[in-house]
Structure formats: structure tokens, C-alpha cells
T-cell receptor, first 116, second 110 residues
Framework: GAVVSQHPSRVICKSGTSVKIECRSL??????MFWYRQFPKQSLMLMAT?????????EQGVEKDKFLINHASLTLSTLTVTSAHPEDSSFYIC????????????FGPGTRLTVL | DAKTTQPPSMDCAEGRAANLPCNHS???????VYWYRQIHSQGPQYIIH???NNETNEMASLIITEDRKSSTLILPHATLRDTAVYYC???????????FGQGTTLQVKP
């Protein structure tokens, strides 16, 4: 079946540094991918839509200059958390639709970011 | 997209059927009902979706009422590995944007 991977699975960084998270679709192409954030004991919150070959679209309240998204190929989207602070510590999850016209999504395993 | 209402938590005995309800009284005619689940510290997993007919796959069955204002996800023989948060989401099916509510935490007990 379709698989979405994320790398790294866990990262710890110092405050003020930038962290890049990769999301790959392993056996299908995805012109669109999605990035979510999940704080402890909370639900997933959609952050942005990553579009291959064009700019990402961000949900209201999400700072585009802080969360840089690049969708350079049909199988790879990256999320860079710039100048990370402790409040950015969270579980970041990406997803990709298997088919263009459905909301049947395949999710990555998530990346646990801890900012010290 | 329409909102959904789910009970915050449910228990189920191992081997028994787990019936998870979802209310979506404001669902539009072109919106589907999707179910996902999230096992602790993992990414969500797609389970099943439907428009108005009942659906069944290898994981679960989805029963949608005739007026489409509610639905039930059925796990026919729950196992301990089915312990997870289950999310019911309604969506038009063509945006890819899934809006997650709080879901139902299902605890399967031995």
C-alpha cells in the first residue's frame, strides 16, 4: 500500500536554530501534501498545504516566515521551522492524498520536535 | 466543512464489537464521512469513508443513517491494538484538507 515517510522521527535542538523535516511519498506521486501540528493531548491542527511547483498555502494564524515549506518534487515536501523556540516543540505530521480527488490521506509517522 | 460531534471516550471488551457514533447534523449533500484513527504517538491511519451507502472493508464497517445526520463506525472484533483515538471527519472529498475534531478515545480492555 501507499506509504508516507518522515525524517527525522525525533529531533532535539537549541532555541534559535532551524530544523528541517522531510516528508516523502514512497510509492506514489503527490502534487499536494499537508502539514499538521499536534500538541500533547490535543487534536491535529492543519498548518499548511504544500503544492508542488508553487507556493504553499497557510492556514489562518500560521506564520509563513517561520514555517517554510518547499515542495520541490512530486515525492518530497519539506517543512523548516526557523528560529525555533520552546513553544514550537510539538509533533509534526505530514500527509498526502493517494488520489487527487479524494480526502483519503496517507499520513507520515510524525516528527517529534523538542526545542530546548 | 461541517462539524462533527463524538463522545470523548469509550471502552470496549476485547473480542467484542466496538460501535463508535458520530453526529454530523449539518452535513451537506456532497460531503463524505471519513474515519481515521491515531494510535498513540503515530500518524493517523485511514479507516473507511462513505457518502450515503453503508460501507465495509477489511478494517471496519460504516453505517450512515438515511438522513445522513449521523453515522457509526463498527470494529467487529476489537483487539487491544485497536486502542486509539478515532476521528470522524466530514469533507467534500476534493480539497484534501482534513479538519480534525477531538475524536473518541477507544480503550479496548482484556
Amino acid at each position: 500500500g501507499a506509504v508516507v515517510s518522515q525524517h527525522p522521527s525525533r529531533v532535539i535542538c537549541k532555541s534559535g536554530t532551524s530544523v528541517k523535516i522531510e516528508c516523502r511519498s514512497l510509492d506514489f506521486q503527490a502534487t499536494t501534501m499537508f502539514w499538521y501540528r499536534q500538541f500533547p493531548k490535543q487534536s491535529l491542527m492543519l498548518m499548511a498545504t504544500s503544492n508542488e511547483g508553487s507556493k504553499a498555502t497557510y492556514e489562518q494564524g500560521v506564520e509563513k516566515d517561520k514555517f517554510l515549506i518547499n515542495h520541490a518534487s512530486l515525492t518530497l515536501s519539506t517543512l523548516t521551522v526557523t528560529s525555533a523556540h520552546p513553544e514550537d516543540s510539538s509533533f509534526y505530521i505530514c500527509s498526502a492524498p493517494r488520489w487527487a480527488d479524494t480526502d483519503t490521506q496517507y499520513f507520515g509517522p510524525g516528527t517529534r520536535l523538542t526545542v530546548l | 466543512d461541517a462539524k462533527t460531534t463524538q463522545p470523548p471516550s469509550m471502552d470496549c471488551a476485547e473480542g467484542r464489537a466496538a460501535n463508535l457514533p458520530c453526529n454530523h447534523s449539518t452535513i451537506s449533500g456532497n460531503e463524505y464521512v471519513y474515519w481515521y484513527r491515531q494510535i498513540h504517538s503515530q500518524g493517523p491511519q485511514y479507516i473507511i469513508h462513505g457518502l450515503k451507502n453503508n460501507e465495509t472493508n477489511e478494517m471496519a464497517s460504516l453505517i450512515i443513517t438515511e438522513d445522513r445526520k449521523s453515522s457509526t463506525l463498527i470494529l467487529p472484533h476489537a483487539t487491544l491494538r485497536d486502542t486509539a483515538v478515532y476521528y470522524c471527519i466530514v469533507s467534500s472529498g476534493n480539497t484534501g484538507k482534513l479538519i480534525f475534531g477531538q475524536g473518541t478515545t477507544l480503550q479496548v480492555k482484556p
